[in-house]
């Protein structure tokens, strides 16, 4: 993702999707005032802990390929990474790089593939440079040079290395690298996954290289305010809980979490008000039908993933037709299939949407009888904001799209959409946490906020 070299650390311009969220909401002001002043005086000590009590915290020299297999065996989007040079630290600075999620790894799968088309395009995988020979050029991602002015330089020295070595790279292969590898089957697969330098790339280089995760713990004593703020507002996706004077992560605050305590509020009066509201009386769905971003069946699965990239989102409706017409989803989450099953996606670089559904739906035992994967949670305009709640928590999903009669996409309701409907952050709350918050990431070294 580029970045311009003196963009600062800062989290993203926030007041205009909330600012609308609020306007459009049709409660009255003396409830959302005191829910607002309730949840300020919840301590975050009050929230759950994590299942068994553990946060799962992934090494920093873990690979790439393993840590992918813990996110998906334990059925999360990111955690923590632990940092292996810490030793004894005494805070968590010294203890966590920071945050590893399915956006720094859809990241690191484009651009490195793009790498490894290169290369294989050239005619060799060793002479073009991806073998352990060439750490000088290639071998540079694998010690965290993964960024988009370096993936540039590392395409030019694979095709470089590859004429030094008497081969003839294809004409303009280094302007078409997404492209060089459509018809290389295994062979490009195993270069992208087993040979250097994309077998070493580990959790730590990519962490370091995409900042797309925000390391920014609360103490115990905060409040559920600032969770719910930092959640919905603020766009962050999880929020470590911490002690203080204690380096180790207490507790690990996702959103899926809080609309599942959400839902558990069912029979208290104030919940069962809003729950009971429809859609459009809360300002949702945000977005017009025509500001959804969606892919086509016929759209490459890797242009979905790149897609969400690009747009800084977890997931896509797939569309048929020029009225949206809703067949499926693809997550950020999914890209998990494409690395750990390669006897299923050894051609992903040619692979479209629609094949991508039906190969997982003939091997995962949810799939419906249409051959896909679980068709994707679909609501009504006019439903309530409680059946909405129950759909999402029942499914662990991050998003429910809204149809009409003919199953058109005409909006998509997120987790963070439904946590901004019970809270309005009172004027310059955060501004002293954000501030102390954005001090800790100019320390790290911090690059950019994810805005998901």
Same mark, same amino acid.
């Given at each position: 993702?580029?970045?311009?070299?003196?963009?600062?650390?800062?989290?993203?311009?926030?007041?205009?999707?909330?600012?609308?969220? @609020?306007?459009?909401?049709?409660?009255?002001?003396?409830?959302?005032?005191?829910?607002?002043?309730?949840?300020?005086?919840?301590?975050?000590?009050?929230?759950?802990?994590?299942?068994?009590?553990?946060?799962?915290?992934?090494?920093?020299?873990?690979?790439?390929?393993?840590?992918?297999?813990?996110?998906?065996?334990?059925?999360?989007?990111?955690?923590?990474?632990?940092?292996?040079?810490?030793?004894?630290?005494?805070?968590?600075?010294?203890?966590?790089?920071? *945050?590893?999620?399915?956006?720094?790894? *859809?990241?690191?799968?484009?651009?490195?593939?793009?790498?490894?088309?290169?290369?294989?395009?050239?005619?060799?995988?060793?002479?073009?440079?991806?073998?352990?020979?060439?750490?000088?050029?290639?071998?540079?991602?694998?010690?965290?040079?993964?960024?988009?002015?370096?993936?540039?330089?590392?395409?030019?020295?694979?095709?470089?290395?590859?004429?030094?070595?008497?081969?003839?790279?294809?004409?303009?292969?280094?302007?078409?690298?997404?492209?060089?590898?459509?018809?290389?089957?295994?062979?490009?697969?195993?270069?992208?996954? @087993? @040979?250097?330098?994309?077998?070493?790339?580990?959790?730590?280089?990519?962490?370091?290289?995409?900042?797309?995760?925000?390391?920014?713990?609360?103490?115990?004593?905060?409040?559920?305010?600032?969770?719910?703020?930092?959640?919905?507002?603020?766009?962050?996706?999880?929020?470590?809980?911490?002690?203080?004077?204690?380096?180790?992560?207490?507790?690990? *605050?996702?959103?899926?979490?809080?609309?599942?305590?959400? @839902? #558990?509020?069912?029979?208290?009066?104030?919940?069962?008000?809003?729950?009971?509201?429809?859609?459009?009386?809360?300002?949702?769905?945000?977005?017009?039908?025509?500001?959804?971003?969606?892919?086509?069946?016929?759209?490459?699965?890797?242009?979905?993933?790149?897609?969400?990239?690009?747009?800084?989102?977890?997931?896509?409706?797939?569309?048929?037709?020029?009225?949206?017409?809703?067949?499926?989803?693809?997550?950020?989450?999914?890209?998990?299939?494409?690395?750990?099953?390669?006897?299923?996606?050894?051609?992903?670089? #040619?692979?479209?949407?629609?094949?991508?559904?039906?190969?997982?739906?003939?091997?995962?035992?949810?799939?419906?009888?249409?051959?896909?994967?679980?068709?994707?949670?679909?609501?009504?305009?006019?439903?309530?904001?409680?059946?909405?709640?129950?759909?999402?928590?029942?499914? *662990?999903?991050?998003?429910?799209?809204?149809?009409?009669?003919?199953?058109?996409?005409?909006?998509?309701?997120?987790?963070?959409?439904?946590?901004?409907?019970?809270?309005?952050?009172?004027?310059?709350?955060?501004?002293?946490?954000?501030?102390?918050?954005?001090?800790?990431?100019?320390?790290?070294?911090?690059?950019?906020?994810?805005?998901?």
């Amino acid at each position: 993702m580029d970045r311009p070299d003196d963009e600062n650390v800062k989290f993203p311009s926030c007041d205009a999707y909330f600012d609308t969220i @609020q306007s459009k909401k049709k409660l009255p002001l003396s409830l959302q005032e005191s829910l607002t002043a309730a949840f300020a005086q919840i301590p975050v000590s009050s929230f759950p802990d994590v299942p068994n009590g553990r946060v799962i915290e992934i090494p920093g020299d873990t690979s790439i390929l393993d840590a992918v297999r813990i996110l998906s065996e334990h059925n999360i989007r990111a955690a923590p990474v632990l940092n292996p040079e810490s030793g004894a630290p005494a805070d968590w600075k010294g203890r966590y790089l920071g *945050i590893i999620d399915y956006s720094a790894i *859809i990241l690191w799968v484009l651009e490195n593939a793009e790498i490894a088309a290169v290369a294989l395009s050239a005619g060799s995988a060793t002479v073009a440079g991806v073998g352990m020979g060439a750490v000088g050029a290639v071998g540079a991602a694998a010690f965290g040079a993964t960024g988009p002015a370096a993936v540039a330089g590392l395409t030019a020295a694979a095709v470089g290395a590859a004429i030094a070595g008497g081969l003839t790279a294809e004409k303009g292969v280094a302007k078409d690298g997404l492209t060089a590898a459509d018809h290389l089957g295994e062979d490009f697969y195993k270069v992208l996954l @087993q @040979q250097e330098p994309f077998r070493s790339t580990t959790v730590r280089s990519i962490v370091e290289s995409y900042r797309w995760s925000p390391f920014v713990p609360i103490t115990l004593d905060s409040s559920m305010l600032t969770v719910l703020l930092l959640l919905s507002k603020y766009r962050l996706r999880n929020v470590p809980v911490i002690e203080p004077d204690k380096p180790i992560i207490k507790n690990f *605050i996702t959103q899926t979490g809080v609309v599942k305590g959400l @839902q #558990q509020c069912r029979g208290r009066d104030w919940f069962d008000y809003i729950s009971a509201l429809p859609l459009s009386d809360l300002g949702l769905p945000f977005m017009s039908f025509d500001e959804v971003i969606t892919v086509n069946g016929s759209d490459l699965i890797l242009e979905a993933f790149k897609c969400m990239k690009d747009n800084k989102i977890g997931g896509v409706p797939v569309v048929e037709g020029p009225n949206k017409k809703l067949v499926g989803s693809v997550s950020i989450r999914d890209i998990r299939f494409l690395l750990l099953r390669p006897d299923l996606f050894s051609n992903f670089r #040619q692979l479209t949407v629609m094949e991508f559904m039906k190969t997982l739906g003939s091997t995962l035992p949810d799939s419906g009888n249409n051959g896909l994967v679980k068709p994707p949670l679909t609501c009504r305009p006019d439903a309530s904001l409680g059946s909405v709640i129950d759909s999402i928590a029942s499914r *662990i999903t991050h998003r429910i799209y809204v149809v009409d009669g003919d199953f058109e996409v005409v909006g998509v309701v997120t987790l963070r959409d439904v946590i901004s409907c019970f809270i309005y952050e009172p004027p310059g709350y955060c501004d002293n946490y954000l501030a102390s918050a954005m001090d800790k990431l100019e320390d790290r070294g911090a690059d950019s906020v994810d805005k998901s």
